[in-house]
């Protein structure tokens, strides 16, 4: 039986062996997991997670013990963030009689990732610093900062200030500065990073749309980790090309 987050029945339960097509199982999902999509249904099924039965003409059909199953499988993503692996082993573990203890709520979702790519968005960036501030951290002249503003580098925020990020933009401009590269040639770099960030917002602005605020907490928990994933993806993919080219 398909459970509520209070732990009761779910208003929208289907009696137990009724099969249902995928857009039942959506509907009945929603009431608790509002993000959830066909798409992330489908992908749980390809990761196999979840196996529906099928027609012979091929649709989907789920039984009451599938949409249980793809119940839990949401909220150990959402109240856990745990990868699929490790959900994978726990509803495993459930099956054989063995329930393994989940990790607290508050733990740091994709934190290894975080770690391995030395890529932290949980850092703080309340602080503020001004210009001079700025010069004086990163070792450079106002020449230098005036052009890296014009390629869009680096840009002052709120009334004029700049972020503890810009300290670390404008470190690495000035390190890459030492082999020859110039601010005109990282504007791909630049560009780059805006196209990455539109993928993440594709993805989580419907989250933190959400008036759940356990769901706009999901929003950027999910954004942490994608990110995450962007950046280990970015250097493989840098890797392969770098090794690609002739000695």
Do not use: C
Not at 24 to 37: G, I, K, Q, S, Y
Not at 88 to 113: N, T
Not at 234 to 242: E, G, I, K, Q, S
Request: charged share 30%; proline share 7%.
């Amino acid at each position: 039986m398909l459970h509520s987050p209070s732990g009761g029945a779910a208003s929208g339960a289907a009696p137990s062996g009724r099969l249902m097509s995928i857009g039942a199982v959506l509907n009945l999902l929603r009431d608790e997991f509002p993000e959830v999509t066909i798409s992330k249904i489908r992908f749980l099924e390809a990761e196999g997670l979840v196996e529906p039965q099928r027609t012979p003409s091929g649709y989907r059909k789920f039984t009451p013990r599938d949409v249980e199953r793809l119940s839990r499988i949401l909220r150990m993503q959402r109240d856990h963030y745990l990868p699929l692996k490790v959900i994978r082993e726990h509803l495993d573990a459930l099956e054989r009689g063995e329930p393994l203890p989940l990790p607290a709520s508050s733990a740091a979702p994709g934190r290894e990732l975080l770690d391995e790519v030395e890529f932290d968005l949980d850092r703080p960036t309340a602080a503020r610093l001004g210009r001079a501030e700025l010069l004086a951290a990163a070792e450079a002249g106002e020449d230098e900062l005036a052009e890296w503003e014009s390629y869009g580098l680096i840009s002052p925020v709120g009334e004029g200030g700049y972020d503890a990020e810009a300290v670390t933009v404008a470190k690495l401009i000035m390190d890459l500065g030492r082999f020859g590269l110039e601010p005109r040639h990282l504007r791909t770099v630049k560009a780059a990073a805006e196209r990455e960030a539109d993928l993440v917002d594709q993805v989580v602005a419907p989250l933190r749309l959400h008036r759940n605020p356990q769901t706009r907490a999901h929003a950027e928990a999910t954004s942490r980790e994608i990110a995450a994933l962007a950046v280990r993806l970015h250097t493989a993919l840098l890797r392969t090309a770098l090794s690609a080219r002739p000695d």
